[in-house]
């Protein structure tokens, strides 16, 4: 499921952008979306559903789309940001918020298409390099990127992730041999995601980091893959 929000205080055009996204994602028979759409910054910001993409318009009552944007940074959002606007002049501006693209009323069929393409592309790579945890009867999702350091405590395992508290989960695995396997699988795959990520730590040892002595399994969030919540 792909979660969509289109931020516009001119109905007709978040009604536009809409259209245009229910006939894009239509083609993609395979993929389910959901679209919310919001008059103002205020509401968007308001919503508690995590959105993949936000189609912004940057002329809106206050708090105004570039104010938004940078709330929504501050709060740690990692979706995607598309402005729609008619002001040329504020796609400098926008470059401190990381806008996915800059889009201009009216808008255009083709480059709303192939902003449409990279942004699944960026989505489904995004997709890659999550995982998500069961916890009852609902999930949290937790990106790679984000995760500091993962502590071992009994049976307890807690993925620290940056500016959140940490999550607990119960461990099925069984036996130290098995920590010790997920763990060499755990940092291979998180090496080759680090090393091409202007987000990797700086210190590639989160547990020496932390001060402590490394445990089999810690220092990485993928082994999680083996573990849900009692």
Same mark, same amino acid.
């Given at each position: 499921?792909i979660?969509?929000?289109?931020? @516009?205080?001119?109905?007709h ?6 259209? +245009?996204?229910c ?6 028979q395979? =993929? ?7 008059? @103002?910054?205020s ?11 936000i189609? &912004? @318009?940057?002329q ?8 938004? #944007? ?8 990692? !979706? &995607?940001? =598309? ?16 806008p996915?693209?800059? &889009?201009? +009323?009216?808008?255009d @069929? ?9 942004a699944?592309?960026? &989505? ?9 945890? +069961? ?5 949290? =999702?937790?990106?790679?990127s ?7 405590? !009994? ?7 940056? !500016?959140?508290? $940490? ?13 010790? #396997? #997920? ?8 090496s080759?995601i680090? !090393?091409?990520?202007?987000? #990797? ?5 989160p547990?020496?980091?932390?001060g402590?002595? $490394? ?16």
């Amino acid at each position: 499921m792909i979660n969509f929000a289109i931020c @516009d205080g001119e109905p007709h055009m978040a009604e536009e952008i809409a259209e +245009k996204l229910c006939l894009y994602m239509k083609e993609k028979q395979s =993929v389910s979306f959901h679209i919310d759409t919001f008059p @103002d910054g205020s509401s968007l910001l308001n919503s508690s559903r995590d959105f993949d993409l936000i189609f &912004l @318009d940057i002329q809106m009552n206050e708090p105004d789309g570039m104010e938004t #944007a940078r709330i929504l940074r501050e709060r740690n959002y990692r !979706g &995607l940001v =598309v402005f729609v606007t008619v002001l040329k002049e504020c796609v400098f501006d926008a470059f401190e918020v990381q806008p996915f693209d800059y &889009l201009l +009323k009216p808008l255009d @069929d083709g480059h709303f298409r192939r902003t449409m393409d990279r942004a699944m592309e960026s &989505l489904k790579q995004q997709e890659n390099n999550r995982i998500v945890i +069961k916890k009852g009867c609902s999930c949290e =999702v937790i990106r790679l990127s984000d995760i500091e350091y993962c502590e071992v405590q !009994g049976r307890k395992i807690y993925i620290h992730q940056r !500016g959140g508290r $940490p999550t607990a989960m119960k461990s099925l695995i069984p036996s130290p041999a098995v920590w010790t #396997a #997920a763990f060499s699988d755990a940092i291979e795959v998180l090496s080759s995601i680090w !090393g091409s990520s202007a987000d #990797a730590p700086t210190d590639r040892s989160p547990c020496h980091q932390a001060g402590r002595s $490394p445990s089999p399994g810690c220092g990485s969030g993928i082994c999680a893959r083996h573990f849900c919540n009692s």
